[in-house]
């Protein structure tokens, strides 16, 4: 009996063996400071495309739904939630032991206060707003909102991580002051609470002691998430030499945005660890199908064939380790890869067809503007890049490099532009969210013929398609149109460099720069 | 006295309306969009024109004009399009480091460059000229942002004395804000000592020719007070001259050291400002700009007659 009971509690301490182990490593306390390229107007990411303002912000505050490894969208101030057989009501069954940073509990009452302000403020709430009924709390713990059609995409964009798309929770108190106005008092449920703002300079956080961590697996910005560290500043660096001397000078503990072409360097500096941030983004290459010459669906098609992604991908990024072919408009094990996506056209030119296409589409030689900002060296480089690819398949090709606020200003126009790059975030939680950028009349695609109304009726498919195996194959049938109809020109997926000091310990490499579950090992 | 700085300070109107007019125009045609950057790339045109109607920026250029203007003689520059305060605000907040950094950067200057012109002078075409020369062509033949640099990777990283950049203000950690002060304000002193040193190089020999410091040589009269009495008085007014503009200019120009540095003042203010074509804020900067130049002309001119009693009557 005696040893049956000594073999028991040796089970019993084993199981707690690994948790033990692993929290004996972490380190409480100091200041973390990470150095950030940012411009910040103001702090309330509902109310600016900035995507820097979320970064910073989603320590504070956090979503009803965060997104898992796989970028499916997982509960996270929601404990659960039920969607109607028709697929038009949401009941959120909300957690109960969610505190905001002003001590008091979190109800449906500021679930619903924060919701309302959301789909008038936040972009992505807008993109949800025309097809909301009603949103309304029902009883102390449960939010419920209705659509007037199945809406597929609700919960990717309240989980999004892209700028002005998520949905985070605030005291129903706080949108009452502040309305539709910026908000300037911030209140959130993270495991970081605000301190202090410096424009230019800084913002600071400190750990929120009664914060009531979610118990599932940590990814990003969802699961089990603690703050180790008793002060996180995010310090604003503009200049690239910089932070990269602060690391070395240990002055900052994580640089943003590191010279890439340095990574050998950095990988032989026992003082800095670098991280290589994938999947990161994409590069398309923006075609204007407003007028002459892409119009012609034979002319994209002789575009698709005269780049050489692998070719652009070298001179324009460098090292290999910073950039991947992918045809897929989403990285590898993201819900949404599709595997033979772009099969027998993505990465593989033919200049000689690409020439007769182009002769016998009768493109007369007026010259195609390439229009980009010289301040971007992804996008300086791939358009020069691309002006000799396509110069030899006989487009006459000019490129236009000029700031960014006139680049914006001129590819607005019709007449503006004919091709411009641009880059999207890799992981974006949800196909639709395509749909504002390609189908008719959107973006700057000037795109309006049969074609684009296909596109269209394949969006509109996807809207209404909760079931998510369904969805993949619409999803699927997208990607495939997208290389047939040829709006954009899929380029290559590029990554990011970042830097910390060997003192910080438990980073996870996401995305964004996240610091929970980060300690400083002094 | 009292009625030439009043004539002086009339005379500035005309020059602030001047740079006023140009300010407006040249930043309104410039081509970019304010508008689309702030609605954000996926905007529909309905958003676009919505904000423009929010902002003002629907109306024809002359009646923004005749707006602003309104504005700018109550003292009022207007709100940021960005930063969602008033001008006036944004640059208060900033001035802080701007002038700091200024003032420090020409106490570093006038600390070096006037004793090494002065000294270069008195061992004319001499060892310590020709060390002199060298120097002041070093500090402004090597850009600012070369120089900060070097100096970050030899005193931030390598010996680790001092912050690779960054900035705190008086009251919020007192004297410690120095130790955010001293590579930036070194970058800028070193430029300034160059030109100080040089002007003052120049202004030296022409007085040290001159009947009277023979005079007073010849009377007895120490080296030192030679050099201090009659030398250096004598040499003030150009080098009070090149002092006030070069610290105008400073004040004016800390941008490329601001943005190496990281320091939130006016010149990155103003850059900002210009990437993203914030209307008001690039006015305002600029208008502000041109306010010190003439203030610290008015300044220097007042000095003169300090240094010069025969300026007194005129």
């Known amino acids: 009996m005696t040893r049956k009971l000594t073999l028991l509690f040796l089970i019993f301490l084993l199981s707690f063996a690994p948790a033990a182990a692993e929290d004996a490593d972490v380190e409480w306390g100091g200041t973390l400071v990470a150095a950030n390229a940012l411009t910040l107007p103001h702090l309330d990411p509902d109310k600016t495309t900035d995507s820097s303002v979320g970064q910073i912000m989603w320590h504070i505050y956090e979503g009803l739904f965060e997104l898992d490894e796989e970028y499916r969208p997982v509960p996270h101030l929601a404990a659960d939630y039920d969607l109607s057989d028709d697929g038009t009501v949401y009941a959120f069954e909300l957690r109960e032991d969610v505190v905001f940073h002003n001590g008091e509990s979190m109800t449906a009452a500021d679930v619903e206060a924060s919701f309302h302000r959301y789909l008038e403020n936040n972009g992505g709430g807008q993109t949800i707003a025309p097809y909301v009924e009603e949103a309304y709390q029902d009883g102390d713990y449960t939010f419920v909102v209705e659509f007037s059609q199945p809406y597929a995409p609700f919960l990717f964009f309240l989980s999004s991580v892209v700028a002005n798309q998520k949905f985070v929770v605030r005291p129903a108190e706080i949108i009452e002051e502040f309305g539709d106005d910026v908000i300037t008092e911030h209140v959130g449920t993270g495991p970081f609470q605000f301190d202090s703002w410096q424009p230019d300079q800084y913002v600071r956080m400190t750990r929120f002691d009664d914060y009531a961590a979610h118990s599932g697996p940590y990814f990003g910005y969802s699961g089990e998430k603690q703050a180790y560290v008793d002060m996180l500043e995010f310090r604003i660096i503009r200049e690239q030499s910089v932070r990269t001397a602060g690391v070395r000078s240990g002055e900052y503990h994580f640089a943003d945005q590191a010279p890439r072409d340095q990574y050998s360097i950095f990988q032989s500096d026992a003082g800095i660890e670098p991280w290589v941030v994938s999947p990161y983004r994409q590069s398309f290459l923006i075609v204007n199908m407003g007028h002459e010459p892409f119009d012609n669906l034979q002319v994209r098609r002789a575009l698709q064939l005269a780049i050489d992604p692998e070719e652009m991908g070298l001179a324009v990024v460098g090292d290999p380790d910073f950039w991947q072919l992918n045809p897929s408009l989403f990285p590898e094990g993201h819900l949404w890869h599709v595997e033979d996506a772009g099969e027998d056209i993505y990465a593989q030119p033919d200049p000689e067809q690409a020439e007769a296409l182009l002769a016998e589409a009768g493109y007369d030689g007026k010259p195609i503007i390439i229009l980009n900002s010289r301040e971007d060296e992804i996008e300086s480089r791939g358009a020069l890049t691309l002006q000799s690819q396509l110069e030899a398949v006989g487009f006459n090709v000019e490129v236009r490099l000029l700031d960014r606020a006139t680049v914006v200003e001129q590819r607005s126009r019709e007449d503006g532009y004919h091709l411009h790059f641009s880059q999207f975030l890799s992981p974006d939680p949800d196909p639709q969210v395509y749909q504002a950028w390609m189908g008719t009349d959107k973006w700057i695609g000037n795109w309006d013929d049969e074609d684009s109304r296909k596109m269209d009726a394949i969006f509109e498919e996807m809207l209404i398609t909760t079931d998510l195996e369904e969805r993949y194959e619409v999803v699927r049938n997208w990607q495939h149109a997208f290389y047939d109809l040829v709006p954009y020109v899929k380029l290559y997926d590029f990554n990011q460099l970042r830097l910390t000091t060997p003192t910080v310990q438990g980073y996870s490499n996401f995305v964004h720069p996240t610091f929970f579950n980060v300690w400083l090992a002094e | ?314």
């Open chain 2, 1 to 314: 006295m009292g009625q030439y700085v009043l004539k002086r300070l009339l005379a500035a109107i005309p020059v602030l309306a001047v740079v006023a007019v140009t300010a407006f125009f040249i930043t309104n045609v410039t081509p970019g969009d304010p508008v689309r950057l702030i609605v954000g790339d996926f905007a529909t045109e309905a958003e676009v024109a919505q904000m423009r109607a929010k902002l003002g920026l629907d109306q024809p250029l002359p009646i923004r004009f005749g707006l602003w203007l309104q504005r700018v003689v109550r003292g009022d520059l207007g709100t940021s399009l960005f930063l969602q305060m008033p001008v006036t605000h944004a640059l208060v907040q900033r001035l802080e480091p701007t002038i700091l950094l200024a003032l420090s950067g020409q106490f570093l200057g006038v600390l070096l460059g006037i004793p090494l012109g002065t000294a270069a002078a008195m061992h004319h075409r001499k060892l310590i000229d020709a060390g002199a020369i060298v120097a002041s062509l070093a500090g402004i033949s090597i850009p600012s942002f070369l120089m900060a640099t070097l100096l970050v990777s030899v005193f931030g990283v390598q010996m680790g004395w001092f912050p690779v950049a960054g900035y705190r203000s008086f009251s919020e950690v007192g004297f410690g804000a120095v130790y955010y002060l001293v590579l930036p304000a070194l970058t800028l002193g070193l430029m300034q000592m160059a030109i100080l040193a040089r002007m003052t190089r120049s202004a030296v020999l022409e007085v040290l020719h001159q009947d009277f410091v023979r005079t007073a040589r010849a009377k007895g009269v120490p080296r030192t007070s030679v050099m201090l009495k009659h030398v250096l008085r004598n040499a003030a007014v150009p080098i009070v001259t090149v002092f006030g503009l070069s610290f105008a200019a400073l004040l004016g120009g800390t941008w490329i050291v601001e943005s190496v540095f990281a320091i939130p003042g006016t010149g990155s203010l103003a850059v900002t400002a210009i990437l993203r074509r914030d209307y008001p804020v690039i006015q305002g900067t600029i208008l502000f700009a041109a306010g010190i130049y003439v203030f610290i002309n008015l300044i220097i001119d007042i000095s003169y007659a300090a240094f010069d009693p025969r300026l007194r009557d005129r």
